[in-house]
């Protein structure tokens, strides 16, 4: 069994640069996949980015440039870096991950990105 935490998000200013944190407590592998998705209001959770065991990411198309996936390999920790930040990029941000087929969650984050 495993449980993702995450930490960090709230309200930010266009153009900020918060960093999201998910920790995943439990049996962790070294192939284990982690990514970050958003849900907006009113929209369907899209994929933000992925980080695969070997090391190799993906990005969703309007965060490239922007945002940057990170993991250490120590703690397990996956992160968010989240630079210029949008209106549009206000959302709940969820950690997911997947391991020996089965997909865990976190409790989601809110970041608001407003004046």
């Known amino acids: 069994q495993v449980q993702l935490v995450e930490s960090g998000g709230g309200l930010v200013q266009p153009g900020g640069s918060p960093k999201l944190s998910c920790q995943p407590y439990g049996s962790i592998s070294d192939t284990y996949v982690m990514s970050w998705y958003r849900q907006a209001p009113g929209k369907q959770r899209e994929l933000v980015a992925t980080?695969?065991?070997?090391?190799?990411?993906d990005y969703l198309d309007s965060v490239k440039g922007r945002f940057t996936i990170s993991r250490d390999n120590h703690l397990k920790t996956v992160s968010l870096q989240m630079n210029g930040l949008k209106p549009e990029d206000t959302a709940v941000y969820y950690c997911y991950g997947k391991q020996a087929g089965i997909d865990y969650w976190g409790q989601g984050t809110q970041v608001t990105v407003s004046s």
């Open positions: 980080m695969r065991g070997g090391g190799s990411t």
